[in-house]
């Protein structure tokens, strides 16, 4: 039984920062791990991915230089730190869990996903 659960998010104002963290547990080990956000009307659009092993991270253009994503060193639990935040960073964030080879976050796809939680910068 597979269980991500979000904690964090909230509102804020723009330039301020945020931390999302997400907690991991199922019977295999996450290969990457990473985050999504979809804002209210539009596509769901990856963020950012680590992977468990490495650390090798990877950004959407959109974000980066502002977001950082981590990991706890069990890569059962990592983070989404965002600076800087805009009005267009507005959006549900989830994050998700990717246990097979190869990582394809960054074309959208995962094996497990979180429920969400929302950020909003006004």
């Known amino acids: 039984h597979v269980q991500l659960v979000e904690s964090g998010g909230g509102s804020v104002q723009a330039g301020e920062s945020l931390n999302v963290s997400c907690s991991y547990s199922?019977?295999?080990?996450?290969?990457?791990m990473g985050w999504f956000r979809q804002a209210a009307g539009k596509e769901r659009e990856w963020v950012a991915t680590?992977?468990?092993?490495?650390?090798?991270?990877q950004y959407a253009d959109s974000v980066k230089d502002r977001f950082t994503i981590s990991k706890g060193d069990d890569g059962e639990t990592w983070y989404l730190q965002m600076d800087s935040l805009k009005p267009e960073d507005t959006a549900m964030y989830s994050c998700?869990?990717?246990?097979?080879?190869?990582?394809?976050?960054?074309?959208?796809?995962?094996?497990?996903w979180g429920q969400g939680t929302q950020v909003t910068v006004s």
């Open positions: 998700a869990a990717h246990v097979t080879f190869p990582c394809s976050l960054s074309d959208g796809r995962s094996d497990y």
């Open positions: 199922g019977p295999r080990q996450t290969y990457c």
């Open positions: 680590i992977f468990r092993k490495t650390g090798e991270t």
